[in-house]
């Protein structure tokens, strides 16, 4: 059986509904998304920031992609699911890049199955988890106060 | 000699200046040893070199990878996506 994955990044809005219907089939029950989305406001729990009630404010956040890299690596994330989870059907992983300011979804990660008991919660889980440390797509930060790269904190080990 | 295309990302292309080069470099050089050229040849890269990540024909590599002739290499620091 050969069960629908799609993966790939786009400057284009993130279209739900379109990729639901692209990863259900005849056989499923149950889908588990996740999506992400630009946060305009920060509390950063225990500083001084946040125990006075201020939060940290970001403008947006211009992402950037290896482009043909980080399709591939997400196929591999795909793949990668498949060997954990059998019972998972349709997968999506997108990522949306360019600049995109709060509230605005940048990323998705769907996976469906016939019931929800399969793991297919933990499959999306595990799907958001792995795009953040080897999918090669960077943000960076524009504040009230300049602009500043994220750096992520994960190095990749030999055949990742 | 072997010629090579070298991209930059993120804060990495920030420091080089530029998205992309092409080079040549001596056959059988290491990833360990074009580091090491970069780090001389392009002083803004240096302190970059200690945390880059590196990729050969869209896998990642490590320091003793050996160059193939023609790859498609990059450089960039941890990544941040979602």
């Known amino acids: 059986m050969n069960y629908p994955t799609i993966f790939s990044v786009t400057e284009d809005e993130i279209d739900l509904n379109e990729l639901l219907a692209q990863i259900t089939l005849t056989s499923t029950g149950a889908a588990a998304i996740f999506t992400g989305m630009v946060r305009g406001e920060t509390l950063r729990r225990g500083s001084a920031q946040a125990s006075r009630g201020e939060a940290h404010e970001t403008e947006y956040l211009e992402y950037e992609a290896y482009i043909p890299m980080a399709e591939a690596k997400m ?4 793949d990668e699911i498949r060997a954990k989870w059998n019972g998972i059907e349709g997968i999506a992983i997108v990522q949306r890049i360019g600049k995109l300011y709060p509230k605005t979804p940048t990323v998705l990660i769907a996976c ?4 929800r008991d399969t793991g297919v919660f933990e499959a999306a889980r595990y799907g958001i988890d792995r795009l953040k440390e080897i999918v090669p797509i960077w943000k960076k930060e524009v504040n009230p106060n300049g602009e500043e790269w994220v750096e992520g904190d994960y190095i990749p080990k030999a055949g990742e | 000699m072997n010629r090579i295309k070298l991209l930059f990302f993120a804060t990495l292309r920030d420091r080089a200046g530029t998205k992309s080069l092409e080079l040549e470099v001596p056959e059988n050089m290491t990833v360990q040893g074009l580091k090491g050229k970069l780090a001389q040849e392009y002083p803004n890269l240096s302190e970059s070199m200690k945390s880059v990540l590196i990729t050969i024909n869209r896998e990642y590599a490590f320091d003793e990878a050996v ?16």
């Open chain 1, 75 to 78: 196929k591999q994330v795909a």
């Open chain 1, 112 to 115: 469906t199955a016939a019931h």
């Open chain 2, 67 to 82: 160059i193939p002739p023609g790859a498609e290499m990059a450089m960039f620091p941890p990544v941040s996506g979602g």
